[in-house]
Every structure is written in C-alpha cells, then in structure tokens.
C-alpha cells in the first residue's frame, strides 16, 4: 500500500468510527430489477494522450466486458454515457459554463476521442446518453427510461471517480434508484481521489462492493423478460 | 371562418368573459434575452406521407424562416428539436412508454424523417436536441443551456400544438422563461386542436403573439454578443 | 348535452378519425402498482368566493372519496397537491413568472385557501406536495418518491384540466408512470376545456377513464405491503 | 497544520500538478446577478447531540451572518435549505431511498431540529427549501425560481461538505448558475472530508473562495432592485 493510501486509509478508519456511532454506512442493497450504466469509457478517457485521459484501464475494461456478459445473458438493460459537445466555441454552446473549470472544448460530437472504446462496444439494444454535464442523469432522459423499463438497482461504473461517476451516484439515489458502485471499475487521473469519493459515496450515497459480488449478484438475479418489463393488471 | 372555429370563437369569449373577471389571461411580456426554439419541424411532421405528418407548412415554413433572418442578424440563438429514438423494439427502447399512446416506433434515430426540414436548415452553431418526450426540456439540456447562455425569453414555433408545443410552453414558464408561442407558426393534424391549445396556453402559460409583433420584437431587441452571454463583475 | 358539447363533439369525431387511421389514442393501460395523485383540490379551488374556484365538485369529492376508500384498503399511496407561495410580493417571490399570467398571488403558503379541503381530508400517511407550478411533478420531489416506493401507475384527478391536470399527465408519461385520468374527478372553471383537454390527453398522454373502471382496477390490485415496496434480492 | 491536512497537502500539491497541466482548476469568476445559498444550517446541523450535528460553527455561523448582511443591504436574494420528511416511517415515506444510507428518519418535518439556526433566521421574503435529497436544487423549485430572479451566480456556504454543499455545487454548475463555494462557512462532521471536497470541487464545479473575497464582491455588486429582476422591452 502507498504512502498516500495509508494516510488515506487512517483518515478513513477515523471517520468510520463516528459514521458509524451515528448510523451512516448503512447498506442500501441489491435490488431485483436492476440496469448497467458506464461512465465516460469512451476514447478520450480510456485511451491516452487526451486531457481526460484516466488510469486503470488494465482493470476497469475487463471488468467491465465481465459485467456486461453476465447482464447481457440475463437481458439486463445497459447504457452508456460520453460527454460530448455540438459547439465549443463562442456564446451558443452546449457546454453551459462548464468549460470555464474544466476543458471540455476538446469532446466534439462525433468524433472518435467520444466515442465509446471498441473494447467494451455497446450492442445494438444498448444505449449511448450523450450528457452535457457530469451526471450521467443530468438533463438527460436516462432516470426516464430506467423508470419505464422498471429498473431499482444501477450498477455503476467508469470514470472519472471525483466527477462524473459521483455526481451519476449522488443523483441515482435522489431519483429512487439503489446505487452500487462497482469498486474495481471505478477510475481517475489523480491520485487518491478514487478512495476519497469512494469513502464518501459508501458512507452516504450507495454501496461500494467488490466486482465478485456484483458477478453473484447478476448471476443470481432473474433474467428480464419484455413481458417483465411491461406486465400490466389490465389492459 | 368554418363551422368549427365559430363554435370554438363562441366558446372562448365565453371563457374569456370568466377569466378576464378573475385576473387571468394577463401578458407575459418580451425579456430582453430571447433564444427561437423550433418544435419538431423534422420531415416526419413537415413531409407529407408520414403518421406524423402535419397541416399549415406552407405558412409555418415562411415564418420559421423569416424569424431566423431576424434572430441571425442579431446573434440571438436557436435551438431546433426533434423527436426520435434509438431502439424502438423489446424492453430496452428509449420510448419510455410513449408507443403505448402514439406511433413514436416511425422515428428512428438517423433517418431522414427524423432529420429537421432542409427549407429551415440549422446554421453550425445552432443546435438540434433529440428529445424522447414531448417537451422541449423534458429529458434534455436545453434549459441549462439557455440558462448558462443568459436567455430569458423563448420564442416558440413549430408542431404538434396538441402535444410538443404545448408541454414545451408549459415547462418554459415553469423554468422561469417567458414563452412567446407565435399564432402563425404552430400547427398540429387534426382540427380545433390548434385553436383550443392556443387559448389555453394564452390564458395561462404564455402570450400568443402574431408574426410582425415578434419580428417587430426582434427587430428591436440588443444583439447579443459573446460578452453579453458572459459578462463577469471580476473573473 | 349543451350545444357546446355537441360542436365539440363533432370535432372530436372528426379528429378521433385521423387519429385511429395514423395509430394515435392507443391504450397505455394499468400496471400493477399504482398510487393516487389528487391536484389542487385545496379550499381556493373546491370552495366558492375564490379566484380559482371550480365547478363540479358534487362530483369530485364524492368519486375522490371513494378513490381514496378504495387505494386506503389496500395500503395504495396517495399524494395531494396544493399551489403556494411563500412571498406573494416583491422580486424574491417564489412565484416565478406564474403571476404575470394568473392571479397566483392570491395563494398564500399557511392560508386556510392552500389547505386540502377536509372533506377528503389526507390521512398522516398521505402526502400533499407544494407545488409552485402547474406539474404536480414540476420542482418537485414527486416522481422521485414514488419510483424509490416502485410506483408504475398514476390515477390522477383534480383541477384545473386545462392546467395542473394536463400538465401533470404529460410530464407523468414522460417520467415513465402510466396516467390514467379519472374521467367524473377532474374539473375546471371555464365551459368547454374539460372536455378538449380530456380529448388530447387520451390521444397523446395517458388514459381518460370512468371512475368505476378504475374502483374496479383498485378492488383487484394486488395490496401493497411494506415488503413489496422494499423487496431485494439480498442486502 | 494537523498530520491530516499535511498528508492531504501533498496529495492536493501532487493532483493540482496533473491537473493544471491538462487545463483543469479554471477559474469559473463571479457573475453580476448573485443569490446566496445556505444548505442545511438547520439546529440537526448546528447543534450539538443530534446524529448530523457539525463542527466548526463557531466560524460558520458568523460568516454567515455578514454574508447575509451584505446581501440584504444589496437586495440580493437569500435561499436556505433544510431537509426535513413528512412520513419517516413506513412504505410511504418521502425519505426516498435515504434512509437506508444515513439517519434521515430523526429529520421530522415541523420539528425545532430541522428548523434553521435563529441565529441566522430567514427575514420574511428569504426562502427556506424543504428538500428530500442531499442538493438543494434535486426535487425543488429552486433553480425555476433563481432563473426567474435572473440569478446568475450562487454563493454556497453550509453542510455537509461531504454530501449536500458537494451535491449541490456540482447541480448548480449543471443548471448554468456559477457556483462560489465560502472556504470558512462550509463544514462537516468528519476529518478530512471538507479539504477533499473543495480540493475536488475548485478542480472541477465551482470555484472555493475566501469569506473575504466575497464580501468584496457583494460589496462591489450592483443592488438589486424590483426593476432589475423584471425588465421587459416590451411587456
């Protein structure tokens, strides 16, 4: 373990210990019908010599292609986010003010740094959500979709931890959805913000658990049907 | 004037007689930061041949082009949307549950009847929002967008009154921007629904103006430059 | 029926025709867990002397009251809405812009004419939303309580039908709830918009159905229990 | 300077290496039209003995209050939030999925606990947000009512850092509000999370200033007046 992760992991045991006497960190739990969505895996994250270049791609891919195996035997639904922009210059652009902290000038729609890695290619009943903001729900019609399609659970990976994949889990449990944050396909560019956010969402917002119990978990779970999706009383 | 607008002519003054007494019916009023928003004015509605297809281009069409000459010449953006999906089969559409009410599997994400009508083309910095649902704003960036860019004032065209023009005028107001819905280029497919929408919305939603009131607005109004959308007290 | 009704109702014909031909006023029908959503059924609408008074409530407070016996018998939640302000005055009001088209001013947060009329009084478990829009579901925390409760369908009722009604039907469908609008429980003040906004709504967004129809869907629901709302595979 | 803070130091010296080299950590700057938002300074937070009491009020508290001075003597909008449920326990409850992560069943709505602060009491046209969710804008009308108020900047002080303060300026950046964090009157109830938090935030949402120079700002800003907030060109 780094130095880094050391002092993390004391500041972390610490502030356990309060959560704890005070009744956070609390298990929110795997619900029954639940959605994969991944974060950002297009090029410009998960390939070099782009600003938004992350780490951990050695991990995260694999894992992801793991998960997406065992959803898509199960017919589980899966979407994908990429951040992208149709103007990124002058007054008219999409990028609302989000260019003057970080720079998304460099996300042109349509262009291969946006583009979902081909290692991890979304099949054809899949979704690609192009977000403006770091949320993947975000002035996006995913929440809706998700709720027609009667999903309670989404499995969330991607990039980046301290952006956009905690700021898709903060809103996923504010609009109703149990969040679990696959740990080993999580990912950033900096150090130690991976554990702090982590720390943080397991502490408030969803469940932090390992890709093995995730793989139980999908394994387990009752293979969606259209008839599932769509059972009416009457109609 | 037909049979059908006397009948509904009759009914509205009766109506306004009753909302006039209550204190409704008031006007909105221009803002000083206006954007164009074009509901749907894609093949699918503006072509003959589709379910979708609708009535009045011929008069719609000239005044969408008339009104972007004016907001062109003076910087003013526009945003155009259209309505199309990206699975319209099995449990995993992005329809939501839309084609349980209407024919939404017809617009395919990529076609050309998705695609918005040539005679009205959107210049490179204007923007196309694919929405899923009826709304403008329901699902999709465009409020916070328009917000980050300063507009206080929406000026609506486009199809189908009975459905996208409506909800899109309600969320306007409701975003806190004033809907300006322009009386000769709205239409819909089937008869009255133009009129009681209309009368409805003015009553209370937004202002239905003419043609010449809102190119006389435009005409007017500052141009916008890149410093008006981003003025800072200190940056 | 009036002459007005008969006018509309040769509109109706006429357009239910286009419609049927081109796939329109399909049948979104019932799910399986559904929940009440009463609009605006607050003194200032459902009692005389007030700007925003209704007609029609010898029959809407009798068909709500048996809504509300029949969802309370199986454990269905139900939510109220009521409109109001904190600050009627001034350029911090919470009113929006709303007040530049209708007299919400008289609306005031605490006031005995913003209060759910005693007749069908909420029980401690119900909920009435504030709302400061037209969607019971606009700025609100609505669609999120219900999904987090596994909410699929939404019987909606109330005033106006011109405004909080519709609105609230269309943004339901977009939120992935299916609407189903109770045909004797909604109402208006002005002659003629019930029944065109019924007209649209069952076209484009949700289902106008009779209030024995729907006593008769909530006699056969499945009741809901705490486990229901809340079952996981494991947690 | 505790152990803590010295081992985040270094963590932040090495990150902000990374990060400003590939064009992170801009300065996003004031705007001219600002509202001051202050997240759950509610007795739960600022007293001692309940499971979400905070450290550090003895600072924030009085930041607060000459925040609030000045923004009074401009006229410039005040927003508060608590977060506070109706129903606590129970399948209807409007905790959402909350509860199931944090304590949020001890926040009864009408109790002292989720009462804000006296010592920084609302004055009568200052809002305070009931919301469900850790941002102050996710199931509120406050962005509509900002937007309509011509807001353009969001000052943010409060807690906890590590949940609403955090969730809240990533929502405000999204909605195209620029987000000023006040360094001294945010806090939390852990070690080490308020660093992290804003290290994350000044990289990528808004920018963390110091209570002084937000004081300069407000001082330096135009008052706000009725006029301001409802010009028309025409109306």
Chains 1, 2, 3, 4 share one sequence.
Not at 161 to 169: D, E, F, K
């Amino acid at each position: 373990m780094s130095e880094i992760q050391q002092a993390l992991e004391t500041i972390f045991s610490a502030d356990s210990a309060v959560y704890r006497q005070r009744g956070f960190q609390r298990r929110i739990g795997f619900g029954t019908r639940p959605a994969l969505i991944h974060i950002d895996l297009a090029n410009a994250w998960t390939r070099p010599g782009n600003a938004f270049s992350c780490d951990g791609m050695d991990t995260i891919i694999p894992g992801v292609q793991r998960l997406n195996d065992a959803a898509r035997a199960k017919g589980i639904p899966i979407a994908y986010t990429t951040t992208a922009y149709a103007v990124t210059d002058g007054p008219n652009t999409d990028m609302g003010l989000w260019h003057r902290k970080i720079p998304v000038e460099v996300l042109q729609l349509g262009t291969d740094a946006v583009a979902i890695d081909e290692r991890i290619a979304p099949e054809p009943d899949e979704h690609v959500i192009v977000k403006k903001h770091a949320s993947a729900f975000f002035g996006t019609h995913l929440a809706n979709m998700l709720r027609a399609g009667d999903v309670d659970t989404v499995i969330i990976t991607g990039v980046t931890m301290a952006g956009c994949v905690r700021h898709t889990t903060e809103d996923a449990i504010g609009y109703g959805f149990r969040p679990i944050v696959v740990r080993e396909c999580v990912g950033d560019r900096v150090a130690g913000v991976v554990e702090w956010n982590l720390f943080d969402i397991d502490a408030k917002f969803g469940d932090v658990e390992p890709l093995e119990t995730v793989l139980d978990y999908l394994a387990a779970v009752e293979p969606r049907t259209e008839a599932a999706a769509s059972e009416t009383l009457r109609s």
